[in-house]
T-cell receptor, first 111, second 115 residues
Framework: RKEVEQDPGPFNVPEGATVAFNCTYS??????FFWYRQDCRKEPKLLMS???SGNEDGRFTAQLNRASQYISLLIRDSKLSDSATYLC????????????FGTGTRLQVFP | DVKVTQSSRYLVKRTGEKVFLECVQD?????MFWYRQDPGLGLRLIYF???????EKGDIPEGYSVSREKKERFSLILESASTNQTSMYLC??????????????FGPGTRLTVT
């Protein structure tokens, strides 16, 4: 089983749609969780950290379910500029700065 | 804003050449990382460093070495480049700030082609 698993997509959605990405992780000792965004041929950029209680940043909402080892990202009112690959990222456990990256979910928003 | 820079965006080298990839960060971060990214495989950790002159192997260290002589600079060395090292190489850094612990910030990447 992969340490971080994501549906590769692509998710093709119209502008204005709501889309959700899911991610599961295998290490129950993981304590920090993130979503990164990566545009084609560019570096990954931190989109948001995921907190235990869930958190929201504008149109983006991240949720964490520790019991099921599951993270989600919800994007509301999709924009063309949201088209990118979204990487689910998990740290390996306490006392380590090593992160494990999922292979990403590709989102394509069309007019 | 954190700034991580890498010495080259694109690099073409011949098999057997020694290759140096340089990474510099300006946020006084303790931790620095080298990854490679290949289609379908995602980001894989090659080496990382917690402090000057300290290094630890990641998941795929074979064929690579690193150097960290100064806090802001982390170099990746391909001792004898091979075609299977053709890839996108990404450098990242992270600090020890409580509020931003484990958040990694990436450089723009170096696309290396070995012929």
């Amino acid at each position: 089983r992969k340490e971080v698993e994501q549906d590769p997509g692509p998710f093709n959605v119209p502008e204005g749609a709501t889309v959700a990405f899911n991610c599961t992780y295998s290490n129950s000792a993981s304590q920090s969780f993130f979503w990164y965004r990566q545009d084609c041929r560019k570096e990954p950029k931190l989109l948001m950290s995921v907190y235990s209680s869930g958190n929201e940043d504008g149109r983006f909402t991240a949720q964490l379910n520790r019991a099921s080892q599951y993270i989600s990202l919800l994007i509301r009112d999709s924009k063309l500029s949201d088209s990118a690959t979204y990487l689910c990222v998990v740290n390996m456990g306490p006392n380590t700065d090593k992160l494990i990256f999922g292979t990403g979910t590709r989102l394509q928003v069309f007019p | 804003d954190v700034k991580v820079t890498q010495s080259s965006r694109y690099l073409v080298k011949r098999t057997g050449e020694k290759v140096f990839l340089e990474c510099v960060q300006d946020m006084d971060h303790e931790n620095m990382f080298w990854y490679r990214q290949d289609p379908g495989l995602g980001l894989r950790l090659i080496y990382f460093s917690y402090d000057v002159k300290m290094k630890e192997k990641g998941d795929i260290p074979e064929g690579y070495s690193v150097s960290r002589e100064k806090k802001e600079r982390f170099s990746l060395i391909l001792e004898s480049a091979s075609t299977n090292q053709t890839s996108m190489y990404l450098c990242a850094s992270s600090g020890a700030d409580r509020g931003k612990m484990y958040e990694q910030y990436f450089g723009p990447g170096t696309r290396l082609t070995v012929t």
